[in-house]
């Protein structure tokens, strides 16, 4: 039994109340938004049944591991344009990227 657009948005509201996120001034409505993520989610977990749990299971984390590389993109980007410092988690993950790519290839 999966979960249902409702329930996912209501998911969705209790991660942002640890890690919230900013709107900023987008001419949408946040609960439209989330609604619109919720349905298409649901959606594609619903086209996913026809997979093995191996196969789900590797999707998901592809996709998961995309928007999270989407979004750290685009939070560097939105810093940048306004001039402001990366905060130390991105600044500490850059670093690392930037230390890896000094090593010789083996």
Same mark, same amino acid.
């Given at each position: 039994?999966?979960?249902t657009p409702q329930e996912l948005e209501l998911l969705m509201h209790e991660v942002e109340?640890?890690?919230p996120i900013d709107f900023?001034?987008?001419?949408?409505d946040e609960q439209d938004l989330r609604?619109?993520?919720a349905n298409h989610l649901c959606e594609m977990a619903? !086209? %996913?049944?026809a997979f093995s749990e191996e196969d789900r299971r590797l999707t998901l984390l592809a996709v998961a591991a995309k928007l999270v590389l989407e979004n750290l993109v685009l939070h560097v980007q939105l810093l940048r344009r306004h001039g402001l410092p990366l905060n130390?988690?991105?600044? !500490? %993950?850059?670093a690392r990227l930037r230390k890896s790519g000094d090593e010789p290839d083996a």
């Open positions: 039994m999966g979960i109340q640890e890690d900023a001034d987008l001419p949408f609604q619109l993520v619903d !086209a %996913l049944e130390d988690q991105t600044a !500490a %993950l850059l």
